[in-house]
């Protein structure tokens, strides 16, 4: 495998672009296992995604399973949840509902919460807990899903999902783990605006420091098949 580099000029471009590619890799899961399992992304940047994608898809929606990449831990209905963005963006937009496993970042116990996801993950995509797809963002400080720079969590080789402050202090997450992210059979990092081009850069090019920055996990591990999906504006540094 590989990592793909792809640029779309501009951001209605990236958009359109991103909403392709995921869509194309499902429907080809579709039609090569009649079903498709993804992990979706936070964030601002799945936001305009989400929006295109639900009108702009040839997939069967009830033969689709979507999880949750990283939560927040607070109620589905908190500006913050990424579940909640999710349902405003995608799932209200959709004409038929997929199966839908969202993490509970509202239990008082994050630790526990992150358990009764684990046991979600193997029920809905067997023991191996293999995703078709796993959709990424990527921040300023080189973290995706809520696998920050030094978090304990970067070293966890069993558990399949995991609590783990945010560096901002304010609140815990949930997010899926190294593991199984590396298992999903395909992997896309979404990556637009300025505010990302130094970043991608250091990951592309600079050392490999996957404490510092851990989408450099994903990004240069070549046994994976990943691409990173960048605007102009977040691929002028390369
Ligand atoms: C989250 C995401 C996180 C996000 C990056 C980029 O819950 O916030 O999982 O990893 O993808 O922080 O966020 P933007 O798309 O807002 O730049």
Redesign the pocket.
């Known amino acids: 495998m590989s990592l793909e580099l792809a640029a779309a000029d501009t951001r209605e471009n990236f958009i359109a672009e991103a909403v392709r590619r995921i869509d194309a890799c499902g429907v080809r899961s579709q039609q090569e296992q009649g079903r498709f399992s993804a992990s979706l ?6 936001k305009d995604v989400n929006r295109l994608w639900a009108g702009r898809s040839a997939l069967d929606w009830k033969s689709v399973v979507l999880l949750f ?2 939560e ?1 831990c607070v109620p589905p209905g908190h500006p913050d949840s ?1 579940f909640g963005m999710t349902e405003q963006t995608l799932l209200r937009n959709l004409p038929e509902r997929p199966t839908v496993h969202r993490m509970h970042g509202e239990n008082p116990d994050p630790e526990n919460a992150a358990l009764d996801y684990e046991k979600v993950i193997r029920t809905s995509l067997g023991s191996e807990g293999r995703l078709d797809l796993a959709i ?4 300023p400080d080189g ?4 696998l920050f720079p030094g978090a304990e969590i970067l070293s966890e080789t069993k558990k399949l999902c995991g609590a783990t402050p945010a560096p901002d202090g304010k609140m815990q997450r949930l997010t899926l783990t190294v593991p199984v992210l590396k298992k999903a059979r395909q992997i896309i990092v979404l990556a637009a ?1 300025a505010d990302k081009a130094e970043v991608v850069n250091r990951i592309v090019n600079g050392p490999l420091m996957e404490r510092e920055l851990p989408a450099q996990l994903f990004i240069r591990d070549h046994s994976l098949k990943v691409t990173l999906l960048l605007d102009g504006a977040s691929a002028a540094r390369l």
């Not at 973290?143 to 809520?146: G, I, L, Q, R, V």
């Open positions: 992304s936070g964030g601002n940047t799945p990449g990283d927040r990424n990424l963002g990527l921040g973290h995706t899903a809520s605006g």
